[in-house]
């Protein structure tokens, strides 16, 4: 893969609109797997701590200062202090600036890692080790990127497997993203129909993120489903969720403005 080729697969995926804004309503219905629930369930406090919101960096560090003091050995508040840090350090490495980004996606890698060795039939070590594993492949060369992805998709795969719902069908919105975003066969894994796969699934579990409908807007867009992507950008401006953090919301819809204002452009031309 050429350098070029490297940065629209991991620098122009928009992997800081990746990761979830806040706490879904949680619940367990299979042992060791998290799923969103009505809304009627009252999710444990360890369930809602894991995803809640991040407001900054200055939130996020705070937020790990709690994660790390007086870590337990064992049990569920481990584990999801554990799934907490892996986000975290993903956020720093996303929101941080030059050399800091690379240690701290190092060590969301670590802390995922732990989990995918402590808690194997759970989504939270797969899902965070992915995304992190994103983070190091936007740091890295061509080479190291390239050599990631593979393993990246696994992942993503393996958290599918075991909860497609988590973090607001996240594995779904990432890997419609890659699929989108990277050069197609002989160079990559870029494959729009598998995209429109993912994505159209992301926006059946989680409707009202405003990031699966901007992803599925665009691609439908880049094929020429003009109505179907309009709809999809409707969506974006009435959604209540953004797939980061909550002020990534406006970004998001002042994006999908931009290509409404495109697609009627469109229209006018053709007409």
């Not at 809640?52 to 337990?72: F, M, V």
């Not at 350090?89 to 050399?99: H, M, R, S, T, V």
């Not at 701290?104 to 797969?126: F, I, K, M, T, W």
């Not at 080479?143 to 497609?164: C, G, N, Q, V, Y």
Request: net charge neutral; charged share 20%; aromatic share 8%.
């Amino acid at each position: 893969m050429t350098s070029s080729a490297s940065l629209v697969l991991f620098g122009m995926l928009g992997i800081s609109l990746l990761v979830g804004d806040s706490a879904p309503i949680l619940g367990i219905d299979k042992p060791g797997i998290v799923r969103e629930q009505a809304v009627g369930h009252q999710p444990s406090a360890w369930e809602g701590f894991s995803l809640r919101p991040i407001t900054g960096l200055e939130g996020a560090q705070q937020q790990i200062s709690g994660c790390k003091q007086n870590l337990p050995v064992r049990g569920e508040e481990r584990t999801f202090r554990l799934s907490s840090l892996a986000r975290l350090y993903f956020f720093l490495g996303e929101a941080g600036d030059g050399k800091a980004r690379k240690p701290n996606y190092e060590q969301g890698c670590n802390y995922a890692s732990l989990l995918v060795e402590e808690q194997p039939q759970r989504v939270e070590g797969y899902y965070w080790l992915a995304l992190n594993l994103c983070g190091l492949a936007s740091v890295s060369g061509a080479k190291a990127a390239l050599s990631l992805l593979p393993r990246i998709i696994e992942l993503l795969e393996t958290s599918l497997h075991f909860d497609e719902t988590y973090d607001q069908a996240g594995s779904h919105r990432v890997l419609g993203r890659i699929y989108y975003r990277a050069p197609g066969w002989p160079l990559s894994v870029g494959d729009v129909q598998k995209s429109l796969q993912h994505l159209s699934q992301s926006v059946t579990i989680a409707p009202q993120n405003s990031t699966n409908q901007l992803f599925l807007a665009e691609v439908l867009y880049s094929t020429g489903k003009a109505k179907e992507a309009n709809r999809a950008l409707e969506k974006v401006l009435n959604g209540t969720r953004h797939a980061l953090w909550p002020k990534g919301l406006a970004e998001d819809q002042q994006k999908a403005q931009q290509l409404i204002r495109e697609l009627n452009a469109r229209r006018e031309f053709v007409s």
